[in-house]
């Protein structure tokens, strides 16, 4: 089944020390996106690639940057993890082709906790 | 002021009952809206998807938009405990792929046996 992936499911790590985490999809959607969700709040948009075209959130952190080296794949690095980082970041992806329905479809989450 | 507002919850109602779920937004330009489903310690899955003012209706789920208003409304129909999640609304301005998504911060629902 085509879907959203993402690597892994739990991500345990230390204050200040760097973490990356993956996002894989079988959709080839043009457009790949990072949440971050805090518990009882809602998913807040950290940056999205269209294609290759990297569109950061006025407000996210330098802390947080992302790769995405293929259409397939996209990676969120935290540099230097605090403890009001941890969350669960969502991957999120969708279509482009104007005028059709292109909503977001999401991968399971990474539940990251800072030590 | 946020630009979408959600009531936290939680909501619980017994097994049966009919199960109404509201948002209200102040940016009148928002025009797809959008129910996602939560399960505990998953992502959101999409439930509904409408655009501008109307009923959609699939299965159990209807989602009503009332664009004068500026509320947005999922009723489940003979709620089931699967159904027992969080309910998320969202709503864009366009529906093109990279039109960011506005996040209401979810109702909690249980549905009691």
């Known amino acids: 089944d085509a879907m959203v992936i993402q690597n892994p499911r739990y991500q345990v790590t230390q204050f200040g020390k760097p973490v990356t985490l993956s996002c894989s999809q079988t959709?080839?959607?043009?457009?790949m996106y990072w949440y971050q969700q805090k518990s009882s709040q809602a998913p807040k948009l950290l940056f999205h690639?269209?294609?290759?075209?990297?569109?950061n959130e006025a407000d996210t952190p330098d802390n947080f940057q992302s790769r995405r080296p293929n259409t397939s794949f996209c990676f969120l690095d935290i540099r230097s993890p605090g403890l009001g980082d941890a969350a669960m970041y969502l991957c999120?992806?969708?279509?482009?082709?104007?005028?059709?329905?292109?909503?977001?479809?999401f991968g399971p989450g990474t539940r990251l906790t800072v030590l | 002021q946020k630009e979408v507002e959600q009531d936290p919850g939680p909501l619980s109602v017994p097994e049966g009952a009919i199960v109404s779920l509201n948002c209200t937004y102040s940016?009148?330009?928002?025009?797809?809206f959008m129910w996602y489903r939560q399960y505990s310690r998953k992502g959101p899955e999409l439930l509904m998807y409408?655009?501008?003012?109307g009923n959609k209706e699939d299965g159990r789920f209807t989602a009503q938009v009332d664009k004068s208003s500026k509320y947005i409304s999922l009723f489940i129909r003979d709620s089931q405990p699967s159904d027992s999640a969080t309910y998320l609304c969202?709503?864009?301005?366009?529906?093109?792929?990279?039109?960011?998504?506005?996040f209401g911060t979810g109702t909690r629902l249980t549905i009691i046996p």
């Open positions: 959709l080839n959607h043009n457009v």
């Open positions: 940016n009148s330009a928002f025009q797809y």
């Open positions: 409408t655009y501008s003012s």
């Open positions: 969202a709503m864009s301005k366009s529906n093109f792929g990279n039109e960011k998504l506005t």
């Open positions: 999120a992806t969708s279509r482009d082709v104007g005028g059709g329905t292109d909503t977001q479809y």
């Open positions: 690639y269209y294609d290759k075209d990297f569109n």
